[in-house]
């Protein structure tokens, strides 16, 4: 347990030390406010573009900032931090750090998990800081925050990012280039996106069906506990994907 603390000491250091600070809470934060912006104004927008023409377009809503903040989020967000996490261990492989550190009598798990836990608080801190600040601008433009709805549909998205932190982490522990590792990551969360549009059941159990539930929650059109068998098999899965890589880092020949 000594050496775990060790290991997640170092990882918040690096991550205090690098651009890993800046730009996916930067990014996030971009989204967070934005998107309540553009929800409202996309109406008035798009008449001042077309002014001959008479475009009739629904009364933008509080949904419509959400719906805004979460596309953004599973799109470029989940990019962000994928291309901020391909080096988690490759890049310790790489440089040879990672046989320097294991050097000391620590068990190997204990690399693999404090990696994990210091990108997860990093993401987390930022997708949570950035719902915060979308929740305010909501109120404040739509005189409506969708609390309950969205805070339901908020807990689906902490689900997806600890799986794809998970991928990330699996990939950079297979890899022995970036490269490598950021089209593995890649790769894996496009067939994550793609999965739900090959069969009913897989838009109902897969973790890829965790950001179509997001859009329903929040147009109304399905419920929180519709969405429970594919956040436990996403959960499942982050377990399952955190024990491979541990047992094929274990395998490795430094």
């Known amino acids: 347990m000594t050496g775990a603390i060790v290991f ?4 918040f250091r690096e991550i205090l030390r690098t651009h890993k600070i800046y730009v996916v809470p930067c ?11 553009l929800a409202k104004l996309t109406p008035e927008l798009v008449k001042s573009l077309v002014p001959n023409f008479e475009v009739t377009l629904p009364e933008p809503k509080a949904a419509d900032s959400y719906l805004q903040l979460f596309k953004n989020l599973n799109q470029i967000g989940i990019l962000a931090v994928i291309f901020t ?16 550190m294991l050097t000391k009598p620590v068990p190997k798990w204990s690399f693999i998990i404090s990696k994990f836990i210091a990108t997860s608080a ?12 979308c929740l305010y601008y909501t109120l404040f433009l739509f005189k409506d925050a969708m609390f309950a709805i969205s805070a339901q549909a908020i807990v689906l998205a902490v689900a997806y990012y600890l799986l794809i932190i998970a991928v990330t982490l699996l990939a950079s522990t297979i890899s022995r280039s970036l490269a490598l590792s950021g089209a593995f990551s890649v790769g894996a969360f496009l067939l994550l996106s793609i999965l739900p549009a090959l069969h009913k059941s897989l838009a109902q159990y897969t973790p890829g069906a965790l950001p179509n539930f997001q859009d329903k929650l929040l147009a109304g059109t ?3 506990g519709e969405a429970v068998p594919a956040l436990m098999i996403t959960l499942a899965a ?17």
């Open 122 to 133: 990093l993401v987390l801190g930022a997708l949570l800081l950035a719902y915060g600040v």
């Open 222 to 224: 399905a419920t929180f």
């Open 27 to 37: 990014i996030f934060l971009f989204f967070a406010i934005s998107s309540p912006l």
């Open 85 to 100: 996490s391909i080096g988690l261990v490759a890049d310790e492989k790489v440089r040879g750090t990672a046989i320097l």
């Open 8 to 11: 997640l000491k170092k990882e």
């Open 238 to 254: 982050v377990v399952v994907l955190l024990v491979l890589t541990v047992l094929i880092f274990k395998r490795q020949e430094l």
